[in-house]
């Protein structure tokens, strides 16, 4: 069932005799598990499958004795070429591989009712992605941290929310959840305890560019993450992104 709905790489199985270094390679448009079909035939499995986790699930074909492939998996980031190398045995057949995205952040609920409708759950922030829901800012300088995250695009007018709880999230997978707070805001709210700053800054577009040290916590799948006020309105609203743990 974990490939139920799957798009895959139907393969040649004559390419189990490649012995080149990649056998093939492809792009990933947003966050993805990438898993790997191969034949448990080969025990010793070649060096480049590195990484890639057993899930305890298998795939059987329909050949009189059924040759069964354990599915292996590996998580990679939107943007990211995925690198296969040769099968490692000529003899067993060809691995095959399937892919699934995978949703970070869901149910996403403001409290902020008067400007709810300006944020947003979206993919893959870039230069130039528009920073808040509600403003023209863009993002100037985005840290390689962020590279094919999921985040969250806030209204700036929330930074005015007095609220104890601002918005919240559920986290579906283990995740490293990225806030990047305007460093004019020096005394951060009591709600942030915790949060660490990674040394990397967000910067935006205008004439006199704002920095925003980004600061990461840890959250298990399941997770529903809170956010509370950004506890100053004269300056700009934080924003919110994620991966999955360690990637």
């Known amino acids: 069932s974990i490939l139920n709905g799957a798009e895959w790489i139907r393969v040649a199985n004559d390419s189990k005799a490649y012995t080149g270094s990649p056998l093939a390679t492809f792009n990933v448009n947003s966050t993805a598990d990438i898993f790997i079909a191969y034949d448990d035939r080969i025990t010793t499995k070649p060096s480049w499958f590195t990484g890639w986790t057993d899930t305890g699930t298998d ?7 059924p040759i069964t492939y354990s599915v292996f998996k590996k998580t990679v980031m939107g943007g990211t070429t995925v690198t296969l190398g040769p099968n490692g045995n000529t003899s067993y057949c060809l691995y095959s591989v399937f892919a699934k ?51 969250i695009r806030p209204a700036n007018d929330s930074k005015a929310y007095t609220g104890s709880t601002l918005a919240t999230f559920k986290v579906n997978v283990n995740t490293d959840v990225y806030i990047a707070f305007d460093d004019r805001v020096t005394t951060k709210p009591s709600w942030f305890t915790g949060w660490t700053d990674t040394g990397s800054d967000v910067k935006d577009n ?23 006020p950004t506890g100053n309105s004269s300056f700009c609203q934080y924003v919110i992104f994620s991966k999955p743990q360690g990637l």
């Open 59 to 65: 795939i059987k074909d329909n050949q009189s004795t």
């Open 101 to 151: 995205p995978v949703t970070i952040m869901s149910n996403l609920t403001v409290s902020d009712t008067a400007n709810e409708m300006d944020w947003s759950i979206r993919t893959n922030p870039v230069t130039g992605s528009l920073l808040f829901g509600d403003r023209t800012l863009t993002i100037a300088t985005l840290p390689s941290i962020l590279t094919g995250a999921e985040w």
């Open 206 to 228: 205008q004439s006199t560019q704002v920095t925003y040290s980004v600061f990461k916590k840890t959250f298990t799948a399941g997770t529903t993450v809170t956010l509370g």
